[in-house]
């Protein structure tokens, strides 16, 4: 049962063929059975999810669906707040982090009849692209043990890869959606930024933060996008713009859609493992008709380091008493991540602000005029061993986390919708990713062109050997 | 903050990256116009968004 999808298991507890008991149940098995090894959970709520499936299952019974996702469980990063259910955000803080109001995103998805397993495993603080967590354990990788899960929702590619849960939600500040989808081999979406409500999250930087779904196709994706997308007056930043129903426009023929393929930046020292996963997809949205062609985009550099001025001094704002008052708590790397921030002057973040203004207009305009999307590759190399990646000293792990997310930090400052999905497998059997990049708010083409290629290729079908 | 042999090495390769940073956000920035704020970020995105 939990080898299905998020949409089959609705449809099939729509038609009453499986309880959302049964779903619930099978899930908890699953999470008793592998988390010790995965790591993938920090708190469980068996009995209330127990409950709730009971409750939901009744409602059915007496011919009341609550929504989409009557019945299906769901699994959240652990720095979305969710009544009665403690959040760490992957620190050991005995006190835990609170926060008056529930998470947006987790309330329209309770909303839709959707079960909560519990709170998912994450890197500290939401810092680190590597799933590595000093207080509640390393996320395993489910294809490959000892290899890196990515980073920061760690928890959250580890638990829909391995059918621990049928769908998650992750955050994203410079790439904690779409690596841990990389390396665990299954969807994220970073949506636009404004796109999805972000109230209720734990903030890194309140200018790249993003919250997005997890799962194992992009139907599914599409179908969370539709429930936690819109306006939401906790978050100022969010978007008035409809999101609509993508998912009803999946099918629709990609014949003439324009994807580029950048030639420079994006496949600059990748390894030719990864290269050849996107040239070969490429090649067959080109065969459904896509017109393919390679472009010079305007050199994601400069966004890099725009994105590290906003990130380093809203995330040492943002978490300064925890580094001022118990830089104990901290791993290493983290704590020297967060001190950067203190250094950076008001007039470097405010003209790095206004820089990120001119740089998204010059992309937007340059790029998207001669193309629907970029087709680039989602982390240069494939899931690298845990050990090696996190070995010391501090500022080397530095340089290696930097590296590992060069491909997927430029999109958190240009804001726009990166859609992460499989794209084979090494010969080792560790997952290969490619990303699909949109316009503006048009996450719909890009669902379109990766439901194009995840159905044309068979790497969905393939499930880790755990 | 530390200040024993190893924290003030890290303190120093802090203000290092600091100073890259703030030099390659200083040297980008040169030409922007008296107009451009912050907020034109999301103007931006607006702006890109497809027409419905």
């Given at each position: ?130 799933g ?10 489910p294809?490959k ?57 734990m ?57 580029g ?12 493992e ?9 090649t ?36 300064a008493r ?42 937007v305009d ?7 999307a ?28 930097n ?29 290969l ?7 503006p ?9 990766g439901?194009?290629w ?13 | ?12 390769e ?5 100073a ?9 920035a ?23």
């Open positions: 049962m939990t080898e299905q999808t998020l949409s089959e298991l609705a449809a099939a507890i729509a038609a009453r063929k499986i309880s959302a008991l049964e779903a619930t149940d099978a899930c908890l098995e699953r999470i008793g059975r592998l988390n010790g090894r995965l790591h993938a959970f920090i708190t469980v709520d068996a009995e209330g999810a127990r409950a709730r499936a009971r409750a939901l299952d009744a409602d059915l019974a007496a011919g009341r669906r609550r929504g989409p996702l009557h019945g299906v469980p769901l699994a959240y990063k652990d720095l979305c707040h969710v009544p009665g259910l403690p959040t760490s955000c992957g620190t050991r803080t005995p006190e835990y982090f609170s926060s008056e109001i529930e998470c947006t995103a987790v309330a329209r998805l309770t909303a839709a009849g959707a079960i909560t397993l519990g709170k998912l495993n994450m890197t500290e603080l939401a810092l680190g692209p590597f590595d967590n000093p207080h509640h354990g390393d996320v395993d990788n294809w043990a000892g290899h890196v899960s990515g980073g920061s929702s760690s928890g959250s590619g580890a638990a829909v890869a391995a059918a621990l849960a049928f769908g998650a939600l992750g955050s994203d500040t410079g790439g904690s959606i779409r690596l841990p989808a990389a390396c665990c081999g299954i969807v994220g979406l970073k949506p636009t930024y404004g796109r999805v409500s972000r109230a209720g999250a903030p890194l930087s309140w200018s790249l933060d993003h919250l997005g779904p997890m799962t194992r196709s992009v139907r599914d994706t599409a179908l969370m996008l539709e429930i936690i997308a819109g306006h939401d007056p906790h978050d100022s930043t969010s978007s008035p713009h409809a999101v609509g129903t993508p998912s009803a426009a999946l099918d629709a023929p990609i014949r003439g859609l324009r994807l393929l950048p030639e420079n930046y994006y496949f600059d020292g990748v390894t030719p990864v290269r050849a996963a996107v040239e070969a997809a490429a067959t949205l080109a065969s459904l008709g896509a017109r393919v062609e390679t472009l010079r985009i305007p050199d994601p550099a400069g966004l890099i380091d725009v994105a590290g001025i906003l990130a380093r001094s809203e995330s040492s704002t943002i978490h925890i580094v001022r008052d118990r830089p104990h708590e901290l791993g290493a790397a983290v704590r020297a991540r967060l001190e950067i921030g203190f250094h950076v002057s008001a007039h470097d973040y405010l003209q790095a602000g206004r820089l990120r203004a001119r740089l998204t207009r010059a992309f340059e790029v998207f005029g001669q193309v629907d970029l087709l680039t590759p989602t982390i240069p190399e494939p899931a690298p061993a845990l050990a090696a990646a996190t070995a010391p000293p501090v500022d080397e792990i530095v340089r290696r986390m590296r590992f997310s060069r491909l997927t930090r430029p999109f958190n400052a240009l804001g726009l919708p990166a859609l992460a999905l499989p794209a084979g497998f090494t010969a080792d059997g560790r997952p990713s490619l990303s699909i990049i949109g316009r708010f048009d996450e719909a083409t890009v669902l379109r062109l439901h194009a995840e159905q044309a290729s068979d790497w969905r079908a393939r499930r880790p050997p755990v | 903050m530390d200040s024993s042999p190893p924290g003030r090495a890290v303190q120093r802090v203000q290092a990256d600091v890259a940073l703030a030099g390659a956000i200083e040297r980008m040169g030409d922007l116009a008296l107009g451009e704020e912050p907020s034109n970020f999301a103007v931006a995105l607006e702006a890109g968004a497809p027409r419905d």
